[in-house]
């Protein structure tokens, strides 16, 4: 991300995700799928509301915050998502899911504060070496 655009990385990351699933999958098949006007248009819509502009945002932060802070917070996505349909969609959480998502809160925490003590221990050597 230091050396290039969010922009560039986004073409390029969805260029290559584009020739995995063509290879995967027979290309434009979905041309052929029978699908109407107003279809087309909530693809379109999932397509840049859902996939676009979400990735867009996250390489823009990473030239903001360290791309480490980022990944590791990333993390969180899923875990949120799955509260907030809980909240807001009725949606059904069972113990285990509830104890998964503990559980990676409970890393994410750790490995945030596990790097903020990294970042300071040199400090900390210089500081006791000094005295």
């Known amino acids: ?24 999958y027979p290309p434009f098949q979905y041309l052929w799928a029978s699908h109407s006007l107003g279809q087309w248009g909530w693809l379109l819509y ?4 859902g996939t676009v502009i979400p990735f867009a945002l996250f390489f823009i932060g990473i030239n903001h915050i360290r ?7 990333a993390t969180l996505e899923p875990i949120s ?14 113990p285990l899911q509830v104890a998964g998502g503990a ?5 994410v925490i750790l490995l945030q504060v596990r790097r ?6 040199p400090a900390l050597i210089r500081t006791r070496l000094d005295s």
């Open 103 to 107: 559980m990676v809160v409970c890393a």
């Open 67 to 73: 791309s480490t802070h980022a990944s590791i917070t």
């Open 1 to 24: 991300m230091q050396r290039y655009s969010p922009w560039t990385v986004l073409f390029y990351t969805f260029l290559f995700a584009t020739f995995t699933w063509h290879f995967i």
């Open 46 to 49: 999932i397509s840049v509301i």
């Open 116 to 121: 903020e003590q990294d970042k300071l221990a």
């Open 81 to 94: 998502a799955g509260f907030l349909a809980y909240f807001f969609l009725g949606e059904a959480l069972e």
